[in-house]
């Protein structure tokens, strides 16, 4: 089993390498891939160095399943042409999420959709993954007619660069930005571009995304997603109105029921998710659950998770596991 990670030197593709190593994958060769000026350096794994290849050597050596974390036009232009040599991608870009010839997977959501056909599986948005992991055992219960999240996402997201400029601000140090604004001591209401509509193409992948993997078009969502000074993991505040009434002693039952999902919701001794909790972690934490007092059947939620572990390289490995499982490559 020759697994190909794509991006290997980046921060998500570091932790895709680490993963692997910590759920035991069954690897027999690992293949770490980057651009042209990081081919020959070194990656670790399980004790063994692997040089860093180029894409095309990569496709030569002929990989059952190709992880790429290496940024949607990398995506755009080669893993098609991974896929036409047989081989199984993994795309955590946002490159073919919407693409309606392509699943948009979370497993314990609909891994069930999965085929041998599908040569190009798309990894979804991180923000997303926490927020349906959490939702969806809901959904099937209660059935969701609109959401209202908002997001308070690690820097972690936008990758090293940010990271540094976060560290360097603290301090005091002058450095490369991967922002309009200083990130350390301040919240920026702005995740990647704006659109037409006034939202950024962060709040609307999440609703495109929930729809498209809940399978459910009549969901309403309204997303605002915002950048905060941490590391740990994305937080989000969601607001989730049903069709059907509640109980809230059922709704804590399904979420501690539910694999996956870690319910911390005990605010009398001040139990309740947070980042550096999530961190390093693999599971999704909700905490803070309560009836919106303001209109019925309608529950708010806190939800936390690691983003570059489920919200990127967990998720993106329990699909490959999945595909392993059923034999589908």
């Known amino acids: 089993m020759k697994i190909a990670v794509v991006g290997a030197t980046g921060l998500v593709g ?11 994958f069954p690897i027999t060769e690992l293949i770490p891939v980057a651009s042209e000026r990081s081919v020959g350096k070194e990656v670790s794994y399980k004790g063994k160095k692997f040089k860093v290849v180029s894409m095309q050597t990569a496709i030569d050596m002929k990989p059952a399943i190709a992880l790429f974390s ?10 098609p042409k991974f896929a036409e040599a047989g081989i199984t991608v993994i795309d955590n870009s946002s490159a073919w999420r919407m693409d309606t010839g392509k699943k948009l997977v979370v497993p314990e959501i609909n891994a069930d959709k999965l085929t ?31 959401i209202v999240v908002s997001t308070y996402q690690s820097v972690t997201g936008t990758g090293v660069k940010a990271v540094d400029q976060m560290m360097n601000e603290r301090k ?24 037409d509509n006034g939202y950024t193409k962060e709040e609307m992948k999440m609703v495109n995304e929930t729809k498209k993997i809940m399978g459910d078009d009549s969901i309403r969502l309204t ?34 029921n539910e694999p996956g999902i870690i319910l911390t919701d005990d605010v009398k001794n001040l139990k309740y998710p947070m980042p550096m ?3 390093d972690k693999d599971e999704v934490f909700v905490g803070r659950l309560r009836r919106d007092e303001t209109q019925p059947k309608t529950l708010n939620m806190w939800i936390v998770s690691d983003n570059l572990r489920k919200g990127a390289a967990t998720n993106a490995i329990q699909i490959a596991e999945y595909l392993i499982e059923k034999k589908l490559v």
Not at 119 to 127: E, Q, T, Y
Not at 175 to 194: C, L, R, S
Not at 237 to 244: A, D, K, M, Q, Y
Request: hydrophobic share 40%; glycine share 6%.
């Open 14 to 24: 570091t932790k895709m390498i680490q993963v692997l190593e910590e759920r035991n």
């Open 70 to 79: 290496a940024g949607g036009s990398t995506s755009l232009e080669w893993a």
């Open 116 to 146: 041998k056909e599908d040569k190009i599986i798309a990894n979804p948005n991180c923000s997303t993954i926490q927020m349906v992991v959490a939702l969806n055992p809901l959904h099937k219960k209660y059935k969701i007619r609109r």
């Open 172 to 195: 005091g140090i002058k450095g490369e930005m991967a922002y309009a604004y200083p990130i350390d001591m301040n919240v920026i209401p702005h995740i990647d571009v704006f659109t």
């Open 223 to 256: 997303a605002t997603t915002v950048r905060i000074p941490v590391m740990g993991g994305h937080s989000e505040s969601v607001n989730v109105e049903f069709e059907n009434e509640f109980e809230m002693n059922d709704v804590r039952s399904i979420l501690e």
């Open 277 to 279: 909790d999530a961190h």
